[in-house]
Nanobody
């Protein structure tokens, strides 16, 4: 079992920045993938960015060049630096942890981009 604790959401104006963090604890092995998904009201949950324990990253096209994912394997943490935020980035952001054959989700942290 793996537990995920997210932090860093909030309200920001368009063009602003936020940094999300997620800490994993529990039965963690060396090979896994961590990252972020988001879900806006009335929409399906979608990929934002993920990074494997080996350092390979994957981004949604909509956030490339604006968001940067990073992780600290020793601390089992993953971060999402979000710059140049747009109103369409408003969503509930979920931490994601994939350690085969299981997938774990955080409870979500709200990001609202509005003037």
């Amino acid at each position: 079992q793996v537990q995920l604790v997210e932090s860093g959401g909030g309200l920001v104006q368009p063009g602003g920045s936020l940094r999300l963090s997620c800490a994993a604890s529990g039965s963690i092995f060396s090979i896994n993938t961590m990252g972020w998904y988001r879900q806006a009201p009335g929409k399906e949950r979608e990929l934002v960015a993920t990074m494997s324990s080996g350092g390979s990253s994957n981004y949604a096209d909509s956030v490339k060049g604006r968001f940067t994912i990073s992780r600290d394997n020793a601390k089992n943490t993953v971060h999402l630096q979000m710059n140049s935020l747009k109103p369409e980035d408003t969503a509930l952001y979920y931490c994601y942890f994939n350690q085969w054959p299981y997938v774990y989700w955080g409870q979500g942290t709200q990001v609202t981009v509005s003037s």
